[in-house]
């Protein structure tokens, strides 16, 4: 007996040197398939079973944005923002029967209240300038934070300083216009945005990024803040009274054309221009060298005052505080 167990060892031995295609062919046990693994974030596996690359949209490119990073602690998962899920999880693809939505849904046909999606978010970024954005009036208005961002996006649009403003016209459709007339501020050409003036996440008047608005335009025209000697009211006011900041076309973003725009303010009888017209008689001379009847065609205010935003001269005379040069 041990011999004949020798002999058929022996012949399936040089059957599998001599014979490798017939021993292929012998069955093998089945291997133990092991657990999902995770392909882009900390326990993904769940869900990246069927939403893996051939999806759409392409959620796996969450893995390129700061959220993907998992070096970094305060990674979220897939349940930190979208909820456990239960029953999406277990009804997916179960015969026709069209498996039912994430407990927090972020696309644009969620039913997911505006409120429940900006909590998912503000669980982690409610500090800093996203502080006071449930006073803001983008809130108010039940818009939610994915109306602007694209969270698994590798480039959130609204977060280039190019592709900003695209975002921001889909509803202020009238900053669109007004950007793309002569006189503007350089957002088109891509060198300011929105976000250089507006903080969206904020309740300030505005939504401006400093209290007011003359504080907003003093970021950049520090030249205009003063303190002066003689100061023009209406720039300390508010800027907005003589510019249009979005844009116009007028030269320097003026809401319209001197002398119409000085003389909505300044009337005839302190000025010897009277209101544009034609001249009404023959020019005429006064002691101090100016005319009462020359009226003001094609002439502009700011050829003789210069300084219209406040002016420092010391000079004892008459003419000092008119913002001369």
Partial sequence: MLRQTLASCALATLAAVFCPAQAADTPKPAEKKGAPRDLVLKG??????????NDSPKVLAIGKTRHGVTADERAPTCTSCH???????????TGDKKAPPADIGFGAKSKTPATERNAACL?????????????????NRDLSCTSCHKIHAQDDAVRVKQAQAEVCFNCHKEQRAQVNRVSHHPIP?????CSSCHDVHGDSPKQLTKISVNETCYSCHTEKRGPFVHNHEPVNEDCSICHQPHGTNIPALLKSRPPMLCVSCHGPSSHPSQPPALPVGTAT????????IMGTVARGCLNCHTNIHGGNSTQNNVTVERFRR
């Fill in 44 to 53: 993904d596996a769940k869900c990246t079973t069927c939403h893996d690359e």
């Fill in 83 to 93: 909820g456990d899920s239960k029953k999406h999880e277990t009804e997916a693809g």
């Fill in 123 to 139: 669980t982690c970024h409610q500090d800093g300038p996203r502080i006071h954005w449930q006073s803001g009036v983008h809130a």
């Fill in 189 to 193: 050409e891509g060198k300011m945005t």
């Fill in 285 to 292: 001379l006064s002691a101090n060298n100016t005319s009462r």
